[in-house]
C-alpha cells in the first residue's frame, strides 16, 4: 500500500508525486484519462510573475521563477538526451498599453510590484520597439519582466511523472475516481475506481478544475471550477516575436470572478516556429463548443499588438479549463475535515508555473518540515474561503 495517493496526473499531480517520491516516500498516481492529458495539454506554459500584484501568489511566483532552472537541470541529468527538452526558456514578458488611462493603470500596477522584488522596467515606445520590431508603434506604455518565462507544458509534465517513476512511483491512467473507502476510525484509507479499489495512507486531489468534482466524490465539497479557455496557433514562420507579449487587460482578466467571456492579448512564438494567441476566460461549466466569435476576437487583438499577424495563416485552435478560485489562490494542504485528504489544485491560469514550488509546500507540510514560505494563506479554512465552505 502506497504512502500517498494522487489523483490527478496533470503538471500539480506530476509535480506532487516526483516531489514526494524524492522524500522517500511510495507514492501511486491515477487518472481517468492520460497522463498531461487535461489542462496542461491545453495552456500555453506560462511562468509569469508578470501578471501577480503583492501577496502571496507572489510569493509563490518568485519562489517558482528562482526553482524551474534547478528542476530543468535536475531533469535533464536524470532523464537523459533521449528524453524530449521541457523547452524552458527566460525570454522575459513585455506588458503593453494602447490607451492613456490603460497605460497609466499598467504603470501604477508595476510601481505595486517593484517593493515586492520584482524586476518591472517601464520602457518608451522607442525602447519596446527596440524589443519588438514588430510591436504596433502606437504603445503608449510599455513594462518589460525579464523574469517570465515559458516551458512546453505536455513535455514537461511527462518529465516530472518520469522523474517520480523512477523514483519508484507507479502511475496508473484510465481509472477514474467514483468513491471514497474509510477506515474504521473514520480517516480516509483509499479510494474506489473503475480499476478497483485502490488503497494508501493517504489521498492527494490534484485533478485541476476537476478537483471539486473528484472531492464530492470523496465526500467534501471545495470551490473550485472550471473556466474555459481558448488559444489560437498560427502556421509556423521565421521568428519576429521575442518575448511573451500582453496587453494590461490580461492582468484585469486573471483576477477578475467574472463569468462572463472576457478576451485579452497574449501573443508570443514558440520554439517549432509558431505564434500562440491567447487569452480567453469563460465560466461555463464544462462546455467545449468550439466558439468562432471567441477566436475572432483572440485574432483582432493580437492584430491590434503585431498588426503583420493580419496576413498570417491561423492553423488551429485549441482550449481547455482551468481550475477557478473566488479568492484567486490555491488550495495546496490537508483538509480538516477528513483526516488523510489533501489536496493541491485551484491554480488557474498559473498551475504550470507553480507546480514546482507547489510541490515543495505539500511536501513540506506532508512531512511535517519548516516551508520555504508560510503555508497558511493556502490553507482550504483560510477566512476568504469560508463564506464558499459554509455555504457547501
Known amino acids: 500500500m502506497p504512502d500517498v495517493l494522487v489523483i490527478g496526473a496533470g503538471i500539480i499531480g506530476a509535480a506532487c508525486a516526483r516531489s514526494l517520491a524524492t522524500a522517500g516516500l511510495s507514492v501511486t498516481v491515477v487518472d481517468r484519462g492520460s497522463s498531461a492529458g487535461g489542462t496542461s495539454a491545453a495552456c500555453e506554459g506560462n511562468l509569469l ?102 516551458v512546453q507544458p505536455t513535455i514537461a509534465t511527462e518529465a516530472l511523472l518520469a522523474s517520480a517513476r523512477a523514483r519508484g512511483a507507479v502511475v496508473r491512467i484510465g481509472a477514474d475516481v467514483t468513491g471514497c473507502i474509510l477506515g474504521p476510525d473514520r480517516r480516509i484509507s483509499g479510494v474506489r475506481t473503475t480499476q478497483g479499489d485502490l488503497y494508501a495512507d493517504a489521498v492527494l486531489v490534484a485533478a485541476g478544475p476537476w478537483s471539486g468534482e473528484v472531492s464530492e466524490r470523496l465526500g467534501v465539497s471545495i470551490p473550485i471550477r472550471p473556466r474555459r479557455g481558448m488559444l489560437l496557433v498560427t502556421a509556423p514562420m521565421p521568428q519576429r516575436i521575442f518575448h511573451k507579449v500582453y496587453d494590461g487587460d490580461y492582468v484585469g482578466a486573471t483576477q477578475s470572478g467574472d463569468a462572463n467571456l472576457q478576451t485579452s492579448s497574449v501573443v508570443e512564438s514558440t520554439p517549432g516556429g509558431t505564434v500562440l494567441i491567447g487569452s480567453s476566460r469563460q465560466q461555463i461549466g464544462f462546455d467545449s463548443t468550439f466558439s468562432v466569435d471567441v477566436l475572432r476576437q483572440l485574432a483582432a487583438k493580437a492584430i491590434g499588438l503585431f498588426p503583420f499577424l493580419v496576413r498570417v495563416n491561423a492553423i488551429r485552435s485549441y482550449g481547455g479549463f482551468r481550475p477557478y478560485m473566488p479568492d484567486h489562490l490555491p488550495i495546496i494542504g490537508p483538509d480538516p475535515r477528513l483526516s488523510g485528504l489533501w489536496h493541491a489544485a485551484g491554480h488557474e491560469g498559473a498551475g504550470i508555473g507553480l507546480a514546482i514550488v507547489t510541490a515543495d509546500l505539500l511536501t513540506a507540510q506532508f512531512l511535517g518540515r519548516m516551508p520555504d514560505l508560510p503555508a497558511e494563506p493556502f490553507q482550504l479554512d483560510r477566512p476568504s474561503l469560508r463564506p464558499y465552505l459554509e455555504a457547501a
Open 49 to 150: 510573475v508578470s501578471d501577480k500584484g503583492p501577496g502571496p501568489e507572489l510569493d509563490l511566483a518568485q519562489l517558482a521563477a528562482a526553482r524551474w532552472p534547478e528542476v530543468v537541470v535536475e531533469l535533464t541529468a536524470e532523464l537523459g538526451p533521449s528524453f524530449p527538452s521541457i523547452e524552458y526558456e527566460r525570454k522575459g514578458g513585455i506588458v503593453v498599453a494602447t490607451t492613456e488611462s490603460g497605460a497609466a493603470a499598467l504603470l501604477a500596477f508595476a510601481d505595486t510590484q517593484r517593493p515586492a522584488g520584482v524586476e518591472a522596467r517601464t520602457l518608451s515606445a522607442a525602447e519596446a520597439l527596440e524589443l519588438e520590431p514588430d510591436l504596433n508603434p502606437a504603445v503608449t506604455g510599455a513594462v518589460h519582466y525579464p523574469q517570465d518565462a515559458q
